[in-house]
């Protein structure tokens, strides 16, 4: 299957310093992709980059960068793209709407820009989409300002005016941060049931790989600006190849069990910083010589792919 969205060789520095290291990825259509690592990793930036919404002291770069079938490395492009052809679901909802317009302003005025409709036809698709993401007096939330609202009200709002140009892909970046964790999980619910019936495709962003396991068709595991493991999320489960998404995986299931996760010692290296050849090498359990003075091979097995000189397998494919 075509990507929808594909990058290759990404690469963004701030005031001289790296942010994301070559980063490669894919979006098909029809899928929710999810992006994982810590803080510090990448993953807001990668978006970012995506819809050309960096800092303006950033520069990036690109090996190569689609968005269905079509070039879209110049900035105008994804300029263009965004909110058309694809939607953002950002971090902490109430501070992303306008707190002195009343919600239903703020869909009508994104329906108009984007689709061209009249006030009447704006308002009453505004309920529509207020519908769509399962609230149940949409009326209520259409008049009411975002301080009104609770954290998980705003975040379907938000959702809503994600959807409100009829996107391809919609990007949704840490959409949970700081809601409560029974809210959490019925917002992740109905971002997958959302985006499936708008036929779009989705990236989801999150530092925890425990919240993609019912939501995700395929993870992306970054580490210090990089995808270092891309799988499917069964195969990320079961058996994942790259050290640290073992252990990202280990700490996920001992949260869902009740237990107490082990914590991976040291910290992600910060922009500047010198990397050893594998930058995680210093942090890994399984780390040995080569690891520091050698650029990790790319290795598969059964479709998922890392970057590591010592897999978590021995069955693996050097590429």
């Known amino acids: 299957m075509s990507a929808l969205l594909e990058l290759h060789g990404l690469e ?38 995506i819809l050309d919404l960096l800092p303006a002291k950033a520069t990036l770069s690109f090996e190569e960068c689609t968005f269905g079938g079509e070039d879209f490395i110049p900035a105008r492009a994804r300029q263009l793209a965004r909110g058309h052809r694809i939607g953002f679901v950002p971090q902490r909802p109430r501070g992303s709407l306008n707190p002195v317009f009343r919600v239903g302003k703020q869909i009508v005025d994104t329906l108009r820009r984007l689709r061209g409709m009249t006030r009447k036809q704006a308002r009453d698709e505004a309920l529509n989409l207020l519908r769509s993401v399962r609230i149940t007096d949409p009326e209520r939330v259409y008049r009411s300002y975002p301080h009104e609202l609770s954290g998980g009200m705003c975040q379907r709002v938000c959702i809503a ?24 999980a019925e917002i992740l619910k109905l971002l997958g049931e959302v985006i499936a019936e708008h036929n779009a495709a989705g990236m989801l962003i999150t530092h925890d790989l425990g919240v993609v396991a019912d939501v995700c068709d395929r993870v992306a595991v970054m580490y210090a600006g990089r995808v270092i493991n891309l799988g499917t999320t069964v195969e990320i489960y079961r058996e994942a190849l790259h050290p640290y998404a073992n252990q990202l995986v280990s700490i996920a ?18 922009p500047g910083d010198e990397l050893a050849a594998c930058a995680f090498a210093p942090r890994c359990f399984r780390a040995e010589d080569d ?29």
């Open 253 to 270: 299931s001992s949260l869902d069990s009740g237990g107490t996760p082990q914590e991976i010692p040291g910290r992600v290296p910060n």
């Open 12 to 49: 963004v520095e701030i005031e001289g310093l790296p942010i994301l290291r070559g980063v490669d990825l894919e979006v098909r259509p029809g899928e929710i992709l999810g992006v994982v690592g810590e803080t510090g990793a990448g993953k807001s930036m990668t978006a970012r980059s």
């Open 291 to 319: 690891c520091f003075q050698q650029e990790p091979p790319l290795v598969q097995i059964e479709g998922q792919m890392a970057f590591c000189h010592h897999p978590l397998t021995s069955e693996v494919v050097s590429v």
């Open 161 to 184: 005016i994600a959807l409100a140009g009829e996107p391809e892909l919609i990007i949704a970046d840490e959409p949970t941060t700081g809601l409560d964790v029974t809210i959490q």
